[in-house]
């Protein structure tokens, strides 16, 4: 088992979150004055997943995301400038406007993308893991996905070769409990997508998703054994998301009750985990506010950096479609 | 603009948005026939992500309105195996982009089994799937993939540009005893037009001159039809008589109707959203030059898409897309004006 | 559980089982000397699977076959002169000809093909489980897929839906231990296939698929649930195939030793269960031999129909693409 | 003929098969590119079902030759995946007819990556694939299906004809930073040519000009080269004097080989082994009127399969696939000889 987080983890998974629960704040709120063009996919309720599992990341350690993309991005590392720039289809995005949020990614920091297809994630992680395994230098790969998405054939065939190859991957399955607007009842006859894991010959954990430290513990497990070369795990972070599958709206949705959506506000995985923090007297409520006044500040600074920024000029319509 | 077409509009002064006239031939589909299903993903509790199944679920319910798990084979499979036993799936791939994940059941499965089986084996599958660009989407849900469908011997493939269109293509595939391809056009969902209430087919195969013209042919479908018109308003003032041929159907391709017209006009171009490069548009000019080589004046023009994926950003999305504003351009250069 | 078989029965699978591989044999010697074009997917040795299962379905239950289809058709009632027939590529083929081996069918005994697609076969049985569920007559599909097939993301999405469905369905797995020339442990970390099944929520079963009692069995209780609005099951049946994956060669293969061939011979199908139901006294060897001898004639008799049949005008070259 | 195949024919007489061309390149891909690897269904022990990995195995390693399960969106992915990340996979899809199997991650990940993240990512991947019929494998093991990638932007695509371009299309492939697919063919495994033993590339994007003729252009690939040839002969006897193009590279396409042969020869076809309609040959008959209509003393013909799906039953197959006298025929109709 991997060690308990130290403070200065616990502070970094904290910082992580908040940096992606106001980027989705603002995101949101952007959208629905219509600044930003196309699909939103916000991740608002699901943040210690990614700040669990990040936090054990390198740059040179490659994850694959979804739609629901930029919690991803920001926990490995991305920067509000570019990431609102792409947000909004200006030449400074980090794809240059061509991707938008559906594809949001950075290579330099190991992002291999958001994806419009959902499934198509983890088959191209395998790709990455096999590169990292060739290359052996300890890098892994992470490849997460919707509860959804495990009902695809691509992840059936990704978990199943990198099994086989011993691959240094994990499988983090974000189960929110809903596949759009079709709840998990509706689109799969089990309760624990970790029960597919003994079908390919992998360990399947089930962890309370919106409890970063519990996600920490054991996306640090799986990771210590993926580049131990004891190959992959599937694990499976059950959460929730705050908001409507596309978009801001939480409330009022007729595939879901209110009811349950305050429940799973109860453990709001930040103000459970910043009440644990003041428990274990590791931040109080100045410095937790410090730190999301702070994160807000550099939201704005990003978001005027994007509006700032130019579109793309008509001129580079065809370039980047080859090398 | 067709018999059918023109009485209706006499007859009937409703007008519907083309969602409304989806939802409506759906409707029929499962009123008309006891064994026909609507099978896809959040087709049931949510009407689907464009709505145009809403309400169905309540009325006909959910053995015959059917959520699936995401798993875009899985359901042209049910399709296809439904269909091969007795039942008339209609199917719904949510955006053609998804293609991808489940093109050996559509190609392999769907379009050869009455073939392979020496014909023992009936597909009546209508798929409704939804195309194009235009709603910043970007690259994975703005595709226009028709030509992949139009090469493979055992489908057909119909694309409406009207709410009148939309709805008796739907009624007519869901009659057809062949595997349909339906794709519509996500920028169209809110354009109103006439739609009758009662049912009505059009017929697969039969194209539709929408605008009569003399002196220059546009064959285009989907909803190019609409730039093409407004292409076509802005030519006459140059003097350029144009006619407007809707395709309707992809495959099969009225070619009749395309050459009568090119014969009369003596100069054509297609126009489509799809990539220019191997998009239908080559097959089209192909047959053209094919069948009417002595009366054409000019090289027939192709009006698509760049080479290039489906960019994100508006600015970049405007100049990809093609308009009337592009297709008056190519008609005035083709004939040097 | 399913009762145990009656003699009748029995005698049935025996007659069943030695059609198989008395028609698989001959096909075998046949396309050696040239006689049947393109690909040849023999089923000797898998004989129980087929006879085993088959044994509880009417025409009116579907089954979904692979490549290695013939076997399934025989037992489905298959007759020998439109199989050779089609093999040959004539008129009088159950395809006209259109089809040839890894697309034979009949509609008429509820056999939707073979399949030259591996992993085709699940989703399409899942559609005709449906069609059964509606229409609610008590009938039920059967999908056949091998080791290798498991591996395909279509057996995963099929599985998936069955079992969210409840459909009257048996997912038959006959893992024969090789996909082509490449042995089960290198194509997935799993020694049962069963072991997938309970990620879909229904139950796995493993089987010996050289004892046709014990598929038999298996395949009743399977049947009876599906039928009872139970659920689907994966019933795994370990086999062996003698040949090779294309043609009759069975020794000196470079990718398994004879010695593995040899053991597995050692449990031949049809050879183990003469012995039992000699011992029930249910079949003596002379009776035994008689139904063999009655079934190479007919085999004969069949492929004289097929050598006399016509092959198809070129003209009907575009006939059957469209209703 | 290139200059490089002539100068290579002059100082080498080797001659090899196909299938031993594909191995010898693929061996000098991994012997030259420490970062390749082969990756594919039976690539490994059993060296593909075509035979054309033997020995590479033994001689590199199951790090670099890798069997995989029967999981091609899986391989594709990994393939994808391994590119982005640093390493220069060959991927092997057994049948091309396959490729139904893994489409999205051929035309929505492999294609786009790159344009979708504004030029960060590279996918420098080469796919091997066998197209083509004529061996009685029925309708789902003998498709050419190279229009569904030809129309993706971001993918090359080539298919050889010989020997020689097969070992040099495939250095070239495996050398070239983007993904290129390389549909190989069937019927042509045996084929023998002259293949020098040196490493070679030839360039992507340049046809080659295997027979000159004056008065008309064939403009063909794959194995209908072989076809066109023997057709060009025929015709020779009527007094026509066939150039034939071997395009060797789909996409890109040599456009301007082609129309500078047309514009001199002034009649021209296109003959494919893919089904007609909505095939290449619709693209290439455009571009030739586009781009030299008023060269053109006959519509562009186009050979290529009938609408139905391959058949079985070598009566069917052989009416079903083009070759020499039906392009003949073709020509001579055209002609009106
Ligand atoms: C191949 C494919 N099928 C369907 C869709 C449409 N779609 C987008 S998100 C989504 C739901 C995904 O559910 P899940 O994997 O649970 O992720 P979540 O949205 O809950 O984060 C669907 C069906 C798609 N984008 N790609
Ligand atoms: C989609 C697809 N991939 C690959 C193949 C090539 N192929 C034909 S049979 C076969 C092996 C199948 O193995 P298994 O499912 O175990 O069946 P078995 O041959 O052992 O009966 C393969 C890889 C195919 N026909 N279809
Ligand atoms: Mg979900
Ligand atoms: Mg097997």
């Not at chain 1, 959804?148 to 991957?169: C, I, Q, V, W």
């Not at chain 2, 409707?27 to 609507?38: S, Y």
């Not at chain 2, 014909?119 to 799937?129: D, E, F, N, R």
Request: glycine share 10%; charged share 20%; proline share 5%.
């Amino acid at each position: 088992m991997t060690a308990q987080p130290t403070d200065d983890v616990l502070l970094d998974m904290h910082r992580r979150m908040v940096r992606i629960r106001t980027f989705e704040q603002e995101a949101g709120k952007l959208a629905e004055d219509g600044k930003i063009p196309g699909a939103l996919h916000l991740y608002v309720g699901q943040e210690a997943v990614a700040a669990g599992v990040m936090t054990h990341l390198s740059d040179r350690d490659w994850i694959t995301s979804t739609h629901r993309g930029h919690g991803h991005l920001i926990a490995k590392g991305g920067e509000f400038g570019p990431m609102f720039a792409e947000l909004f289809g200006r030449a400074t995005g980090y794809c240059k406007g061509k991707g938008g949020s559906m594809h949001i990614s950075n290579m330099d920091l190991g992002m291999l993308g958001a994806n419009g297809i959902v499934g198509a994630g983890p088959p191209i992680a395998v790709g990455a893991a096999f590169s990292c395994k060739t290359q052996g230098e300890g890098h892994a790969a992470v490849t997460f996905f919707g509860d959804g998405a495990s009902n695809e054939g691509s992840f059936h065939e990704a978990a199943n070769m990198a099994a086989l190859y011993r691959l240094p991957m994990v499988f983090v399955c974000e189960n929110n409990g809903y596949g759009e607007y079709t709840p998990q009842a509706n689109h799969q006859a089990i309760v624990d997508v970790a029960d597919r894991a003994p079908g390919y010959g992998m360990p399947g954990v089930v962890v309370d998703g919106m409890d970063a430290v519990a996600v920490y513990e054991a996306a640090g497990e799986a990771l210590r054994r993926a580049r131990a070369g004891e190959g992959p795990t599937l694990l499976e972070c059950k959460t929730y998301r705050f908001f409507d599958h596309v978009g801001v709206r939480g409330m009022g949705l007729s595939y879901r009750t209110d009811e349950e959506l305050a429940e799973w506000q109860q453990r709001d995985p930040i103000a459970l985990f910043e009440a644990r923090l003041a428990e274990l007297e590791i931040l109080d409520a100045d410095r937790a506010q410090a730190v999301h006044d702070e994160t807000l500040a550099a939201v704005r600074a990003g978001i005027e950096f994007a509006e700032a920024s130019p579109l793309p000029d008509p001129s580079v319509l065809l370039d980047d479609v080859y090398a | 603009m067709s018999q059918a077409q023109t009485a209706a509009q006499a007859n009937e002064t409703r007008e519907l948005p083309y969602v409304a006239a989806i939802n409506e031939a759906v409707r029929t589909v499962l009123t008309e026939q006891p064994n026909a299903f609507v099978a896809g993903e959040d087709v049931a509790g949510a009407g689907s992500v464009f709505g145009y199944y809403r309400g169905l679920l309540d009325e006909f319910g959910d053995g015959r309105v059917v959520d699936t798990p995401i798993s875009e084979e899985g359901i042209v499979g049910l399709g296809v195996g439904a269909a091969a036993t007795g039942l008339r799936p209609v199917i719904d791939i949510m955006f053609m982009d998804f293609m991808g994940e489940c093109m050996d059941e559509i190609a392999n499965q769907m379009a050869k089994m009455r073939y392979m089986f020496g014909g023992s084996a009936s597909l009546p599958i209508t798929v409704l799937t939804m195309s194009g660009a235009g709603m910043n989407m970007a690259a994975q849900h703005s595709q226009s993939l028709e030509v992949w469908l139009c090469h493979l011997p055992g489908l057909k493939v119909v694309m409406p540009s009207t709410p009148y269109d939309a709805k008796g293509l739907i009624i007519s595939a869901a009659r057809d005893d062949n595997p349909v391809f339906v794709a519509l056009n996500k920028m169209s969902l809110r354009l109103k037009g006439p739609v009758p209430e009662e049912s009505y087919e059009i017929p697969i195969g039969e194209a539709n001159v929408v605008r009569e013209g003399t002196n220059f042919t546009i064959v285009t479908y989907s909803r190019m039809v609409h730039e093409s018109l407004k292409a076509a308003e802005e030519l006459a003032a140059d003097g350029i008589d144009v006619e407007v041929i809707d395709l309707r159907s992809l495959q099969p391709l009225d070619t009749d109707t395309v050459i009568a017209s090119v014969k009369k006009t003596q100069r054509a171009a297609v126009v489509h959203e799809a990539v220019r490069f191997a998009g239908l548009g080559g097959e089209i000019a192909a047959q053209i030059q094919e069948h009417a080589f002595d009366y054409l004046d000019a090289p027939v023009a192709r009006v698509g898409a760049p080479f290039s994926p489906v960019p994100f950003s508006p600015a970049l999305e405007q100049s990809y897309v093609p308009n009337a504003a592009k297709i008056v351009a190519e008609v005035r250069a083709l004939l040097g004006a």
